[in-house]
């Protein structure tokens, strides 16, 4: 079956250092990937997508790398800041209008 | 100011009651879905609508009904038949002009249901 995975412990690193999260996936074959973050009680915030023939896409201090064969997604935030603290999901479609979404993975940034 | 209301923020329902979820959208998109939220868990998908007055079931539809009579709503109604209804409930809309896929989603604020 389709499953994607992220990372379900939180991400704790110290403000100014580089976040790295992961989203892998089975049993998929996504035009695209998307990432969105998520703060607690609020609804999702689109952030970056990137499409299946794009390796890596960038937007101010974010940074996302696409690898088809890997089936596997990464996702750095350069230069943490504390108001970075939330939880990211990843997103994919499935070439027909449907996102199926990963459980998110809570990132901490200590001061 | 542009983007998607829901409505109410809280609702408690006694069990065997059927409730309404409101959701509004002004961003003139084509496409809204519906998600469930649960703790620990992505968003699952309920029903998802790509034009006025077509729906289809998501993954989890069961206990749940939709309809799409105008552009702007998409209203999700919960059932005394869905099992556990408690949950954070996200609706989302996106342009879908682009047929190809890269759709990106806006979402709500999310109603938080609980069944009492």
């Known amino acids: 079956s389709q499953k994607i995975e992220q990372n379900s412990e939180a991400l704790n690193i110290q403000e100014g250092k580089t976040a790295t999260l992961t989203c892998n996936y089975t049993n998929y074959s996504p035009a695209y990937l998307q990432w969105y973050r998520q703060d607690p009680g609020r609804g999702p915030v689109f952030l970056l997508l990137?499409?299946?023939?794009?390796k890596e896409k960038r937007k101010e201090r974010l940074k996302v790398t696409f690898d088809t064969t890997l089936k596997q997604s990464l996702f750095h935030i350069t230069a943490s800041q504390p108001a970075d603290s939330a939880t990211y999901l990843c997103?994919?479609?499935?070439?027909?209008?449907?996102?199926?979404f990963g459980s998110g993975t809570k990132l901490n940034v200590k001061p | 100011d542009g983007g998607i209301t829901q409505s109410p923020k809280y609702l408690f329902r006694k069990e065997g009651q059927n409730v309404t979820l409101s959701c509004e959208q002004n961003?003139?998109?084509?496409?809204m879905y519906w998600y469930r939220q649960d703790p620990g868990q992505g968003l699952r998908l309920i029903y998802y609508s790509q034009i006025v007055n077509d729906f289809q079931k998501g993954d989890i539809a069961e206990g749940y009904s939709v309809s799409r009579e105008k552009k702007e709503s998409f209203p999700l109604t919960v059932t005394s038949a869905q099992k556990n209804p408690t949950a954070f409930y996200l609706c989302a809309s996106s342009d879908n002009r682009d047929r190809v896929g890269a759709d990106t989603q806006y979402f709500g604020p999310g109603t938080r249901l609980t069944v009492l």
């Open positions: 961003l003139n998109h084509d496409a």
């Open positions: 997103a994919l479609d499935n070439n027909f209008n449907k996102f199926y």
């Open positions: 990137i499409r299946e023939n794009e």
